[in-house]
């Protein structure tokens, strides 16, 4: 990943004081977490991301945000996002696998395994939301989080 990382793609925006409320979907969004993936789609501008950001206010679960967009579909800055994402929410649980990453000579699959270790042992529970992932999609992307989601702890 060339240059510094934007560091506001890694902040939740703040929950809009007149949303309004949408209690059928938050409810609908926390029984999701019970998965290990949970999709929320709809066109744009229906309130997708307002809805995960009054959703996650803090608190009970760790939560990494990450607002992706095309210049993401690089493996590279992706994963450099997510892994501090993961970094900001639960300080020190990605830190070998950015330090692997950003050494370039490990593959995407042994930095996640990486991770996934690291995961493993958190003491409780971590959400990641990776707002506008459609824009970020293709296939240097895919393979990784399929790997990812298929090996998450319980």
Do not use: C
């Not at 996002?81 to 070998?96: E, K």
């Amino acid at each position: 990943m060339p240059g510094s990382p934007v560091e506001t793609k890694l902040l939740a925006p703040r929950a809009r004081e007149r949303a309004v409320a949408r209690p059928r979907l938050t409810d609908l969004l926390h029984r999701g977490l019970k998965g290990r993936l949970t999709l929320v789609s709809s066109p744009a501008g229906f309130g997708k991301t307002t809805l995960l950001a009054a959703s996650f206010p803090g608190g009970r679960v760790a939560a990494a945000w990450v607002s992706l967009d095309e210049r993401d579909r690089d493996a590279s800055s992706f994963w450099t996002y997510i892994l501090l994402a993961v970094n900001r929410a639960t300080p020190g649980t990605a830190s070998a696998a950015l330090a692997q990453l950003e050494s370039g000579h490990e593959s995407i699959d042994a930095v996640l395994t990486t991770l996934l270790n690291e995961l493993s042992v958190l003491p409780g529970d971590l959400i990641v939301v990776l707002d506008d992932y459609h824009l970020a999609e293709g296939p240097d992307i895919s393979p990784g989080i399929r790997f990812l989601v298929e090996r998450l702890p319980p």
